[in-house]
């Protein structure tokens, strides 16, 4: 695969010329316990005009080589993967986020992410036409990219890849080492140019999210959303303010691993802790402090007839504003992430686990949101 750099921008893979398709898929209910769930069950991004179903799926894992996958992906993941993106739809989740630095020789991986999503789309669409799958990316604040016109530039690189002509929401991936109100001036031409829907950044503090507000509230345009590593046993964003000042105002908070990448599901046990990277974040030792809170998240869910991902997952999404986009690798996953929907924890539940949660030393997060 060739890395491409030129004056104006640079891009992370070459690329062919898009087809002309349409993003955006047709809902079920997704569960039945006590909430009504139907196609109409959607929620606004933020002061936008987006509307997106109340979960999403992380597409990190798919094509990736480097984080995931065991170091190896190949044609059973590459099916394992569009299983899941069709058992997402099937089962009325439909908002998908990706990134430009996904399986990107960048990142050492295989092939990316969203050229797998516009694949999947694509070939989903010639048997289903008329289905609405919602779209978010991600601008990479690369130390090279030193301007507004980076931002249009790589956006019409991920759009090639996607296979799309615009995407429904577009975020900067984290803070940049420099050019940051250059990165925000560019969001804003992305949307004034018809490329978006939405607008959001990922991993940004309490002071750079509202920095990034105001500079786009001049130009009339809302910031949708921040995303943000948060889980049951990580909420830095409680603690720091960036979910305070998210409620305050109007913006979105989008949870990534919001099941600490598989340690809040019950798979792993001090016995059997995940391998690779996650490995050392999730140590035998955490697993151990954290099984008192694993047995009481699959008693709850015994009560609903709920597993504990999805537990978790409805934790989240209690909080309010909130928007949890777990990864899913498989059709299996999709399925039971979706199985989070159309029910609801009570408030003591979810104080409960709140209370039971704060016992345990927090997992370690990316440490980009501190910069």
């Known amino acids: 695969m060739a890395m491409n750099v030129s004056s104006a921008c640079f891009s992370v893979l070459s690329y062919k010329k898009p087809n002309r398709i349409r993003a955006v898929a047709s809902e079920k209910s997704a569960g039945a316990v006590t909430l009504k769930t139907d196609k109409e069950d959607k929620v606004k991004l933020g002061g936008s005009e987006l509307k997106v179903t109340r979960l999403g799926i992380g597409a990190w894992s798919w094509g990736d080589t480097s984080y995931w996958n065991n170091f190896q992906w190949d044609d059973k993941k590459l099916k394992a993967a569009k299983a899941a993106f069709c058992a997402s739809v099937d089962s009325g989740v439909t908002f998908f986020d990706t990134a430009e630095v996904y399986g990107s020789p960048l990142a050492l991986g295989d092939v990316t992410s969203e050229t797998l999503l516009g694949r999947f789309i694509k070939e989903r669409e010639r048997n289903n036409p008329g289905e609405e799958v919602a779209v978010a990316t991600k601008f990479a604040a ?19 890849r996607l296979g799309l002509s615009s995407v429904d929401l577009y975020q900067l991936h984290w803070p940049g080492i420099w050019g940051n109100e250059g990165y925000i001036d560019g969001l804003g031409d992305s949307v004034e140019k018809g490329l978006v829907k939405a607008v959001g950044v990922s991993n940004y503090n309490e002071g750079r999210l509202r920095d990034a507000y105001e500079r786009l509230k001049k130009r009339g345009i809302p910031l949708a959303s921040n995303q943000v590593n948060y889980s049951l046993i990580y909420r830095a964003p409680e603690q720091n303010g960036v979910k305070a000042a998210c409620d305050e105002l109007g913006i979105t908070l989008i949870a990534y691993c919001p099941i600490a990448q598989g340690a809040l599901t019950g798979k792993y046990t001090p016995k059997n ?28 869910g015994g009560n609903y007839g709920k597993t504990q991902t999805q537990v978790v997952l409805n934790w989240l999404i209690a909080q309010e504003n909130v928007v949890p986009i777990p990864g899913a690798k498989n059709a299996e996953q999709a399925e039971e992430f979706a199985g989070a929907l159309g029910w609801r924890l009570s408030n003591e539940e979810v104080e409960e686990l709140r209370s039971l949660a704060s016992e345990i030393s927090p997992a370690i997060g990316f440490p980009v949101e501190n910069l």
């Open 142 to 160: 690369l130390p090279w990219r030193l301007s507004r016109q980076s931002v249009l530039c790589a956006l019409k690189d991920s759009l090639n």
């Open 273 to 300: 802790p995940p391998s690779g990277l996650r490995g050392r974040i999730y140590t035998p030792e955490f697993l151990t402090k954290l099984q008192p809170l694993l047995n009481r998240i699959k008693e709850i």
